[in-house]
């Protein structure tokens, strides 16, 4: 079994969403993909260095298993967006 490490869980909404912090504007979301993988996420979010994006998310975590989910990418400064982004982006 893979071991997957995130930073956050906020509720946003009926479900709760997985989130991911990043230092600088790169950075492997390895774990957000094993994570959204493992408990069949659809939506997650980044905050780093980047502007603000949202984006689909599709990458292969093993040589025969690939996740996909919606990716909220916001800079670190938007932290208190977090939510509303969200919402919006449901409706």
Known sequence: MQVSEIAFLIQAGQFPIPVEVKSGKSGSLKSLHIFCDIYQYHKAVRLDLNTPSVFQ???KISSDKRVSYELVS???YMVEEIKHMIQAHQE
């Open 57 to 59: 998310c599709n990458h």
């Open 74 to 76: 916001l800079p670190l």
